[in-house]
């Protein structure tokens, strides 16, 4: 089993709709959550980022952490064409590296 | 506004050629990171660093070699490339704590 696992995708959605992106993880270590989104033949770029349980609100986007079920979720309310990319969860914790842990990611697609 | 270069691009290489792959960042941060990015592997980390003058491996470090002799470089090095390593590379930087940058990534292919 995988540390981080997302479902891969594609999900596919009409302009407008909400999306809920999910992931889980298995450490208990792990300390802050991170988003990252990758357009294609690009690098990760940071989306959003949460030290702690709850939800954290940017714009049109919430990331929402549950560190009780080790489950983590990115909404994002009236998608756009542009919005279809791939999303990365990766979470963090102290460790000898500084290092993140990264999902799979979940490939979105979103019409027009 | 630069933030973390990679180069190159693209690269071609033969069966048992090898290279180097430069990765750069302006944002004096500590950590750096090589990654390599494949089809339903997401992203796997190669080898990392601390600061100047540290490495250490990673979670799929075999066949790579890298250097951080300046701070602001991180050095990722193929001695005899094998098609098993054609990939796409990032590289990443970050503070303590703080989100990763990436660049935009190496395209290589081992023919």
């Known amino acids: 089993q995988k540390e981080v696992e997302q479902d891969p995708g594609p999900l596919s959605v009409p302009e407008g709709a909400i999306v809920s992106l999910n992931c889980t993880y298995s450490?208990?270590?792990?300390?802050?959550f991170m988003w990252y989104r990758q357009y294609s033949r690009k690098g990760p770029e940071l989306l959003m980022y949460?030290?702690?349980?709850g939800n954290k609100e940017d714009g049109r986007f919430t990331a929402q952490v549950d560190k009780s079920s080790k489950y983590i979720s990115l909404f994002i309310r009236d998608s756009q064409p542009s919005d279809s990319a791939t999303y990365l969860c990766?979470?963090?914790?102290?460790?000898?590296?500084?290092?993140?842990?990264f999902g799979g990611g979940t490939r979105l697609m979103v019409k027009p | 506004n630069a933030g973390v270069t990679q180069t190159p691009k693209f690269r071609v290489l033969k069966t048992g050629q090898s290279m180097t792959l430069l990765c750069a960042q302006d944002m004096n941060h500590e950590y750096m990171y090589w990654y390599r990015q494949d089809p339903g592997m997401g992203l796997r980390l190669i080898h990392y660093s601390v600061g100047e003058g540290t490495t250490a491996k990673g979670e799929v470090p075999d066949g790579y070699n890298v250097s951080r002799l300046k701070k602001q470089n991180f050095l990722l090095g193929l001695e005899s490339a094998a098609p098993s390593q054609t990939s796409v590379y990032f590289c990443a930087s970050r503070e303590l704590n703080q989100p990763q940058h990436f660049g935009d990534g190496t395209r290589l292919s081992i023919l």
């Open positions: 450490n208990s270590a792990f300390q802050y």
């Open positions: 949460t030290y702690s349980s």
């Open positions: 990766a979470p963090g914790g102290n460790n000898a590296g500084n290092m993140l842990t």
